[in-house]
């Protein structure tokens, strides 16, 4: 069974960081390329940050650039996504995703809340 478990969401103040984490399980981890997305209040779901699948190539959203940074340990079967100088606008669901030719999986997401 597929499973992808995000975690470290929670609240922060603006200018703080966060570290989520993803857990990957049922599938073969080190042949998919991972993605973080997002999607705030009333809003699309967008991409946040990608990585391939052996960790050599990322790359992010244009607003992210610079702040986040995502990173994958295939021994852990995790992806990360570091956020740092967190804005307001940066509250949103946070999601994992996993790819690999049609195959398409998901998190259920875990919640960043950035106030003050």
């Known amino acids: 069974q597929v499973q992808l478990v995000e975690s470290g969401g929670g609240l922060v103040q603006p200018g703080g960081s966060l570290r989520l984490s993803c857990a990957a399980s049922?599938?073969?981890?080190?042949?998919?390329?991972m993605s973080w997305y997002r999607q705030a209040p009333g809003k699309e779901r967008e991409l946040v940050a990608a990585?391939?699948?052996?960790?050599?190539?990322?790359n992010y959203a244009d607003s992210m650039k610079g702040r986040f940074t995502i990173s994958r340990d295939n021994a852990k079967n995790t992806v990360y996504l570091q956020l740092n100088s967190l804005k307001s606008e940066d509250t949103a669901v946070y999601y994992c995703?996993?790819?690999?030719?049609?195959?398409?999986?998901w998190g259920k997401g875990t919640l960043v809340t950035v106030s003050s």
């Open positions: 995703n996993a790819r690999r030719d049609f195959l398409n999986y």
């Open positions: 049922g599938f073969t981890f080190s042949s998919y390329a």
């Open positions: 990585i391939s699948s052996t960790g050599s190539n990322t």
